[in-house]
């Protein structure tokens, strides 16, 4: 089981440990003397690596084979450096907030999942983010987790926290340890909790889980998801936070379904509704891609028409993306001729989901009066 990565990223090659925020940038030269001392299973670790390790991490590395030690990541044409899998749109909670709309349990057999992966690792995904639904409920998990960190991923898991205390998910978790568990928040109390999740119970399997996490030191980071229903423990939901050490953010903007929907746009806390900054252009379809559970590629999360199926394709399908994603920025549908256009706040995918929804203005476009 290895220790640490070694891979390109984008126009840089870096040598990472699964579970931490560092990294240690390496030249062309230096990738490339790993990449070809790797292939002997009796090379040694070079001598500069091993005093990098312990200036870094703090990790004793000397004496090891290269090739158990590091798991040294072959170079990729294609470009892609992050990639986001939904396992499964199903779930435990029942948000009313929640983007997926209709959480269907489906999704695909290990065979083609296994297949999907090895297709990220060779579009070059580093970081792979896991999410759903809820993902660790997902009963093909931990084979996904397993083969993505064996293939040198550096993985995300995005959970609502109820599982992280079973037995099994704190072994999975604690042998293998992943670069970040991002979990959502979503009030500081019971009442408010349960009553958002619209699921009894569920603030104490969110912090059973987290307190287990916490426990064994995993990198948590926390998202507070404000809506109407909680809106009033913002400042309880933070000092939790802080109480515990970790990072989080606050997520107070509402957006409709994938699907264009308007059920979640009620749920909206007005005196939480954040200007956006600026869109001035992502990745979105050139550096990372996002894959449904049925193994459709789009470009990202929300703009997820036109999609192309990675199953069917494989790697080679993903060299439409960068197309697709230029044509579905421009601003058609609604947008086109806008003088406020250069500024505007939100990305044409999005603003076509709120336009789909019947959304008032001020949920995502400056004509709204704000």
């Known amino acids: 089981m290895h220790a640490l ?4 990223f984008l126009d840089d090659y870096l040598v990472l440990k699964p579970d931490s925020q560092q990294a240690v940038k390496i030249g062309a030269r230096k990738f490339d003397e790993l990449l070809t001392t790797s292939a002997d299973p009796e090379a040694r670790c070079p001598e500069w690596l091993t005093d990098a390790a312990r200036k870094r991490w703090d990790l004793d590395i000397v004496g090891r084979h290269l090739a158990e030690a590091v798991k040294v990541r072959t170079p990729s044409s294609y470009g892609y450096g992050r990639a986001s899998y939904e396992l499964n749109l199903g779930c435990n909670y029942d948000c009313e907030h929640c983007y997926l709309g209709q959480k269907k349990f489906e999704g695909l057999g290990w065979r083609d999942r296994e297949a999907l992966l090895h297709t990220m690792r060779d579009a070059g995904v580093l970081w792979l983010q896991l999410t759903g639904g809820e993902p660790t409920i997902d ?4 084979q996904v987790y397993n083969a993505a960190w064996d293939l040198g991923m550096m993985i995300t898991i995005s959970t609502n926290g109820s599982r992280l205390h079973s037995s099994q998910m704190f072994a999975l978790l604690t042998e293998r340890r992943p670069y970040r568990i991002t979990v959502s928040v979503y009030g500081a109390t019971a009442e408010a909790y349960d009553g958002l999740t619209r699921t009894r119970g569920s603030f104490k399997a969110f912090t059973t889980g987290l307190a287990a996490a916490h426990e064994i030191g995993l990198p948590i980071h926390l998202n507070l998801v404000i809506t109407k229903h909680n809106a009033h423990e913002l400042d309880a ?30 749920s909206q806390s007005p005196e939480f509704l954040r200007e956006r900054k600026p869109f001035t252009g992502c990745g979105a379809g050139h550096t990372h891609f996002h894959t449904d559970p049925h ?3 789009s470009i990202c999360k929300v703009g997820r ?3 192309v199926s990675l199953v069917e394709h494989g ?17 058609t549908g609604g947008c086109s001729g806008c003088a406020l256009s250069g500024t505007c706040w939100t990305c044409r995918p999005l603003a076509k989901l709120y336009q789909e929804a019947k959304s008032p203005l001020d949920r995502y476009c400056q004509h709204g009066g704000r």
């Open 295 to 297: 193994g459709m590629a």
């Open 305 to 307: 028409d036109p999609q």
């Open 139 to 142: 009963k093909l998990f931990p």
């Open 315 to 331: 790697v080679e399908g993903l060299r439409t993306l960068a197309e697709v994603a230029d044509s579905l920025m421009l601003r």
């Open 5 to 8: 990565i070694a891979s390109p």
């Open 237 to 266: 939901m933070k000092a939790f936070a802080e109480g515990l050490g970790v990072t989080y953010n606050v997520y107070s903007n509402i957006s409709p379904t994938i699907h264009g929907g308007a059920e979640t746009l009620p």
